[in-house]
């Protein structure tokens, strides 16, 4: 089972790595919109799947990312990588904190409807403040360097993202299996026996809850360039939360792996279903319906129940 | 010097008076029984000593520290443990991870972001050996029967490692063929390292033969209080048995 485990992720790795960059300008772009995703993903399944809290706001610490990077460029001219991300997953950390002070002392629908509102409130914000974000035209993002190299194709951007999700998979997984992911998993399945093993449930849903956004942000931050364009509708819309939950839901949040499936299944779904007719969000009702009574722990979930029955 | 020092807890409920006036002190590692109809108080009291409860009046102190409106995390760091009547665990974790929850709770490991493979086999092999200790296999919390649910309930409070533990009812729903293994274990561990008990208990045999001293409550007061003899007197027998 390890061995196949191994063999899947290697053989995985060699085609993220040295086949989508020549898969065409098309694929690659999708294949790099659906790793940034997955991250986002994951990022939220630290509190669905982990911690038990449904956000349904995590579009806020996207855009969070993405406008720190758009307003860099279009205010202060930087358009160096190196600067333009450290800063922006600053930002998002410390607007992680100060809405999570704010969430995290309610849960189930309370949490929930809190990270909603609060998301809508910076939506509006950005749509708004025309002079500063440039309201619903959003920002152009023309270019972008590295290290003094400018980077000027999809393919060549592919491999900063591919970089970004390697480094955000480890970094949360590492996390996720830690002491810490241990008892944040343990105040999921009952917050108040913890007190009594001697945790403050606050302080730790906060960590979780810091965590989750500033990975959420750096999917935000990376997505700008790809996309060349960063707007309210794009990277701060409900919609954008509510297909966050979908891909953690799609993919199955009780494993680790299984929102970046369902990132991947999401995105490709997304683009050839609206591609071949306009009625996607008929198709993605229908599938998320679907998947709830049929699949209720998503593909992942799914397949490691099959394969317990089969005896792997 | 007294562990744990309770002056005149009071705690009512409406009309219901659950814990009314009490006064009582507990030795370092002294085994004392609460004994009592139901209704009698003795949850609530357990719920006051460990946080889970505030009282309406009186003080509570804990090696001479005043504790009373302390939240129950911080009673924990300071050595106050409590399992549950009810079986109160992570459902979703395995018996081993229930534990480990509470080891690295105790080292200050729980806000770690990696897994320090020395330390994590070190929690771990601790945990195991608890497990062991009490019979419990390693399967996912939900799957465990009653009887070893309420033991890993026991077992979480002891892993802390604290000088004084409340146990409200460790016996209950465990039949009668088991009853006396289990309380020998549970009692095996407080005798070896010297941890203070306030046992809650229904089950008088278990009661007499094991406490230091008996404390029989009812409608929220202390009746009376002594060695194993008072559960003899005639209004100790006539309150826990019935007329």
């Known amino acids: ?95 992680s904190l100060a809405v999570g002070l704010i969430c995290v002392r309610h849960t189930r629908v309370y949490f929930t409807m809190l990270t909603l509102a609060i998301s809508e409130l910076f939506y509006a914000l950005a749509l ?28 060549e951007y592919y491999y900063v993202i591919l970089l970004t999700f390697f480094l955000s998979v480890i970094i949360l997984r590492t996390i996720l299996h830690s002491p810490f992911g241990l008892t944040i998993q343990a105040i999921r399945d009952n917050d108040n026996r913890v007190k009594f093993a001697g945790i403050e449930v ?21 997505y700008g360039p790809l996309i060349g364009h960063v707007s309210p509708d794009d990277t701060l819309s409900i919609l954008l939360s509510g297909e966050f939950v979908a891909m953690t839901i799609l993919g199955g949040y009780t494993t680790f792996i299984g929102p970046i499936v369902g990132a991947f299944a999401f995105t490709f779904l997304k683009a050839f279903i609206s591609s071949a007719i306009v009625y996607w969000y008929l198709v993605f009702g229908a599938l998320i319906v679907g998947l709830v009574i049929c699949m209720p722990t998503g593909i992942v979930g799914e397949m490691v129940k099959r394969m317990v029955r089969w005896g792997f | 010097m007294g562990l744990l020092k309770v002056e005149n807890l009071k705690k009512y409920f409406g009309e219901v008076h659950a814990v009314d006036d009490i006064t009582m002190a507990i030795e370092g590692g002294e085994l004392v029984s609460v004994v009592g109809p139901n209704g009698s108080g003795k949850t609530t009291l357990v719920n006051l000593i460990s946080g889970a409860l505030i009282p309406d009046s009186g003080r509570i102190f804990f090696e001479n520290k005043e504790i009373t409106k302390l939240p129950p995390h911080r009673r924990v760091k300071l050595g106050i443990a409590r399992s549950f009547q009810i079986p109160y665990i992570y459902e979703n974790l395995t018996s081993l991870d229930n534990i480990m929850v509470s080891i690295f709770s105790r080292n200050g490991f729980s806000n770690v972001f990696y897994k320090d493979s020395k330390k994590y086999e070190m929690v771990r092999d601790e945990a195991i050996n608890l497990l062991e200790i009490f019979g419990i296999p390693i399967k996912v919390a939900r799957e465990l029967p009653h009887g070893h649910r309420k033991l890993l309930d026991v077992a979480m409070a ?19 063929e088991e009853r006396d293994e289990v309380i020998n274990t549970i009692v095996g561990v407080l005798r070896s390292q010297k941890i203070a008990a306030i046992v809650v208990e229904h089950d008088m045999e278990v009661v007499a033969e094991h406490s230091d001293r008996i404390v029989v409550m009812n409608d929220g007061k202390v009746l009376k209080e002594g060695g194993k003899e008072i559960l003899d007197n005639e209004e100790v027998r006539k309150i826990l048995i019935g007329d």
């Not at chain 2, 002891?158 to 009668?176: F, H, N, Q, R, W």
């Open chain 1, 1 to 95: 089972m390890r061995d196949i485990k191994k063999i899947v992720l290697l053989s995985l790795g060699i085609v993220l790595l040295i086949i989508v960059p020549f898969m065409g300008e098309y694929i690659t772009y999708l294949i790099g919109l659906a790793l940034l995703f997955g991250i986002a993903a994951l990022a939220l399944n630290v509190l669905l799947g982990y911690s038990g809290l449904l956000s349904f706001g995590h579009a806020l610490f996207f855009g969070g990312g993405a406008y720190s990077v758009a307003l860099l460029m279009k205010h202060y001219g930087i358009y160096s990588a190196e600067v333009l991300f450290p800063v922006g997953i600053i930002f998002v950390a410390l607007l």
């Open chain 1, 128 to 155: 708004k403040l025309r002079s500063i974000t440039g309201g619903d035209d959003g920002i152009r993002i023309s270019k972008i360097s590295l290290f003094g190299y400018e980077i000027s194709s999809i393919s």
């Open chain 1, 202 to 222: 606050m302080k730790y849903r906060l960590m979780a809850f810091v965590i989750s956004g500033v990975f959420s942000g750096i999917a935000g931050a990376v």
């Open chain 2, 158 to 176: 002891l892993s802390l490692k604290p000088k004084l533990v409340l146990l409200d009812e460790p016996t209950a729903g465990i039949s009668i």
